[in-house]
């Protein structure tokens, strides 16, 4: 219930007030637009397989199948920007930006000794030290992706599979994460924050963007565009674990069943003996998802990046390309003037049609994602 209002009041806002934008802004529109033209390049739809299920009615049980189908869904919108609240994404800066400052400032201000309200841009170090001058922070934001409540209208029908995100939904803001984005603690004691080379986004040591770890906000990397992917994939790392010491939603990698209803239908027929006998019969609705696991830099099978802001991409990637050879650099043509980036988090799903009560195993075709 609490859900669906929050949904609804995002929606009010979206469409019934104008929202003014800066520089890198994209709205709830305009990502919807840019998701459906790059959908034939990034969902990589394909039957992989068949589901197989007991059915039981009246009559006795009977084993049923579904096609297994595999694609990728757009489940987040991952955006990395300078100003607390700052989001690119417009609706959700009017609403879920001065919310997300406010808490920010008013719970954690008092414990750090870096400015809450102040982020990207600012670098460490002084005039006279040149040690850290390429250090810089930033915020990130984790939001399911507007078009996953539309997705699951449609996915009913058994071809598409039912994104396990909720449009609008914050799973990660860095404003409320304050203490672990901000002071590095506890992950600048984990052994990949220690031992260059584990966990890298590019290949170390020769071309490498930066580390995974420390997941926090703050980066080594004199091209902006590079350090803001870097704050994407770890917000991205962060969302797709559970248990990590940040406070945000975490996305289960376990499977479950989405829409699950059963529904026994009478059909009284004549029992030859001038009464009725309830040929009943079992219908159902529903789908068996099995969604991605933890996102794994440079690795397309648990993930890919669609970039929103402040170029609009029509295909998938992931972070980390070698650009050595590049005059311009994989940055060439994407920075945006106010330092503000967004992604959409494209992740591999599988899921057949619920066709029985209970379901009995799956077979695979091919291997997916491939």
Request: a neutral charge.
């Amino acid at each position: 219930m609490m859900t669906s209002r929050y949904l609804s009041l995002l929606l009010v806002v979206a469409l019934l007030f104008p929202v003014i934008g800066n520089a890198g802004a994209i709205t709830t529109p305009g990502i919807v637009a840019n998701t459906t033209t790059a959908a034939l390049s990034c969902m990589r739809w394909m039957p992989i397989g068949m589901c197989f299920w007991l059915r039981c009615s009246w009559s006795g049980c009977s084993v049923r199948t579904s096609i297994k189908v595999g694609h990728y869904n757009p489940d987040l919108v991952v955006s990395s920007y300078n100003e607390l609240g700052g989001n690119p994404w417009a609706e959700i800066r009017a609403t879920l930006g001065l919310a997300q400052k406010t808490a920010a400032t008013g719970l954690l201000g008092a414990l750090l000794p870096v400015p809450v309200d102040s982020a990207g841009n600012r670098t460490e170090g002084t005039a006279d030290k040149r040690d850290h001058k390429n250090m810089v922070f930033r915020e990130s934001d984790a939001i399911g992706h507007p078009m996953n409540s539309i997705s699951g209208l449609v996915a009913g029908v058994g071809l598409l599979c039912q994104s396990q995100t909720t449009s609008f939904f914050p799973y990660f803001q860095s404003g409320l994460d304050a203490l672990s984005w901000r002071q590095e603690v506890p992950e600048i004691f984990y052994l990949a924050s220690l031992v260059p080379g584990l966990r890298e986004i590019g290949t170390w040591p020769l071309q490498t963007w930066g580390g995974v770890y420390p997941r926090t906000g703050w980066t080594t990397q004199a091209e902006e565009p590079k350090a803001a992917a870097i704050n994407a994939q770890r917000a991205g790392d962060i969302v797709t674990r559970s248990a990590q010491p940040h406070v945000y939603v975490p996305l289960s990698g376990a499977s479950y069943m989405h829409n699950d209803i059963i529904k026994l239908i009478d059909n009284w027929v004549d029992d030859g003996f001038g009464g009725l006998i309830n040929k009943w019969f079992p219908a159902f609705s529903g789908q068996k998802v099995w969604p991605a696991g933890p996102l794994v830099e440079k690795d397309r099978r648990t993930g890919t990046w669609q970039m929103l802001v402040p170029r609009s991409e029509s295909s998938c990637d992931v972070f980390g390309t070698n650009d050595l050879a590049s005059l311009a650099g994989w940055g060439g043509g994407r920075v945006d003037s106010a330092g503000d980036y967004a992604w959409n988090l494209w992740r591999p799903y599988k899921c057949c049609s619920r066709r029985g009560q209970w379901f009995l195993f799956s077979i695979d075709w091919f291997s997916y994602p491939p």
